[in-house]
């Protein structure tokens, strides 16, 4: 049964997931991955971050490009241009055997039983799990007007600034049945906030009608992982989209983020607060690139969620 | 304005339709082609005819394999099997564009406004449209039972003995827009019926609501050219097709099995009747495995229908 529950979105998450789950075995590791990033393309339902999660569990993802499979190959990509389709989404080939069986099968099956079924036959042992079985999508309040998700990140390259951020379909969203086992779970010991982009990945799976009570009603430890680097995003926009919201890329910024639902923060050696916040930190290397650094921060996280662990009892 | 209506199935029919494109201008010809194969399949819809023609006509098609894009890669249908969908049907990389372009757009377009579009994009300059922009789907009763085309032709590999074939949908079906106007326009010269199975894929196109009385009410010459060689098929299960239901692949069989539609008939020397029969019959070497073939073929058959046209004033 679970004892870790990881929070995670897309590629900062997917490599502590990644460490995590060198070790633990798969039975006490759940991680719960944001659909706010889905949306529908081309008639195909793409769920970006499960699929960045479920790829690098396997050893499937590329790691230079950063998402997507390994020895990718595009001759659909290239067909579509020739025939005038939209190619600003990038879609390789062997990704969209994802894409097609999972639409395929969502139009009888729930997303979670699909994404378990695709996973294990990827080579997945530790469960992953949608955040809801229900829609919902990330819009992006900018200073150039409303966008969903996919046009504000990829289209238009996380350029404009962020005044707001909505999750259309939240309050109607139910967390997935695997969420809620977990989260109730008697052998639940801690939870672990991956170091994923807070407004956009994280956020979502928090923002769930009753999860940040279930969290709270919880006796374990909440632990989140700094996506920072010397007060800088090491990918993508969280620094900037933190600021746009009036939050500093700090350790001091994070906590006053995730407050009053967190009992930990690990940070960078770089980002070490000059004096004490209000709750403990551990300050290490967070920066992650290989599976060995992967397991070692995650042993580290283990360890200091442990300690908080010790600390309560 | 059209002046040649081509009737055509897949790959033989593809050959001839290639030559005609080559002999005649893009106003000159519309091709119409049989849809009783398409199906759906992984969530997508499939138009295999139409696509063998539309590959032909571009110089796109693979001629080896005999089907689908050359160049074409196969990595989708790997990660595919990896994920333990069903794959056996092939779907090179390329050709998924097509069916998820097509699939997304049939949504809220007729599909011979799609087709019209994509083949375009293509580089497919004559007129290559479906015969009916409703669903007709050709059902084959075999020894081994009701079967779908594809689980028949795709799936058992042609191997079950044929009954009685049946076009789901015909009779609630209407000809496309495209295939009327071609069929009434006041400039037609004649009706070509292509070297494809005459019971799997021109019986669909004939079978539709009225086109028998339409191709009977015009006085133009309607000439079938013969899919066999030597009393063989060169490629697929025509020949026993015929024999299965009563009729033999010679060139009496052809005409036993168009009467009283055709006016002429090409045939292969090696299948020249030993007596004359009802109608004329042009015999020529039908293997036309090259484009200088397919022209040369199409040259002859179209001067074989000036002839009849000249017979009849």
């Known amino acids: 049964m679970t004892r870790i529950l990881a929070l995670a979105g897309g590629v900062g998450g997917a490599k502590l997931a990644y460490g995590l789950a ?10 719960v991955v944001n659909t706010g990033d889905d949306f529908d393309h081309l008639g195909l339902r793409i769920c970006p971050d499960l699929d960045t999660v479920a790829y690098t569990l396997a050893g499937l993802n590329d790691r230079e ?32 055997a994802m894409h097609v069986l999972r639409t395929c099968r969502l139009r009888t099956e729930r997303l979670s039983k699909v994404i378990s079924d ?3 036959r990827l080579g997945v042992a530790h469960r992953v799990v949608p955040m809801s079985d229900d829609p919902v999508r990330t819009m992006v309040l900018t200073d150039e007007g409303l966008l969903a998700f996919q046009n504000y990140f990829v289209r238009r390259h996380c ?10 379909g939240i309050e109607a969203a139910a967390a997935s049945p695997e969420f809620i086992e977990a989260l109730e779970g008697p052998e639940l010991e801690a939870i672990v906030i991956c170091p994923s982009n807070p407004i956009l990945s994280i956020a979502p799976i928090l923002g769930l ?32 989209n933190l600021r746009d919201l009036g939050f500093e890329p700090t350790a001091e910024g994070l906590l006053r983020y995730y407050a009053p639902l967190i009992d930990g923060l690990v940070v960078d050696r770089s980002d070490a607060p000059g004096e004490a916040l209000d709750i403990p930190v551990f300050a ?25 662990r010790a600390d309560r009892s």
Do not use: C, M, N, Y
Request: proline residues 7%; glycine residues 14%; charged residues 20%.
């Open 22 to 31: 060198a070790r633990l075995d798969p039975a006490a590791l759940t991680i």
């Open 65 to 96: 490009r950063g998402w997507g499979l390994d020895g990718e190959s595009w001759t659909f990509l290239a067909a579509l241009e020739r025939l005038g389709g939209e190619t600003w989404f990038g879609l390789g080939d062997g990704d969209l």
């Open 118 to 120: 695709l996973f294990a």
């Open 159 to 168: 350029a404009p600034s962020l005044r707001a951020v909505r999750f259309e």
């Open 209 to 240: 009608p009753g999860i940040g009570e279930r969290l709270r009603a919880r006796r374990v430890p909440v632990v989140a992982v700094s996506p920072f680097v010397g007060g800088a995003a090491l990918k993508g926009p969280a620094a900037r």
């Open 284 to 308: 290490t290397d967070i920066l992650i690139p290989d599976p060995v650094a992967q397991a070692r921060l995650a042993g580290e996280v283990l360890a200091f969620t442990g300690r908080l």
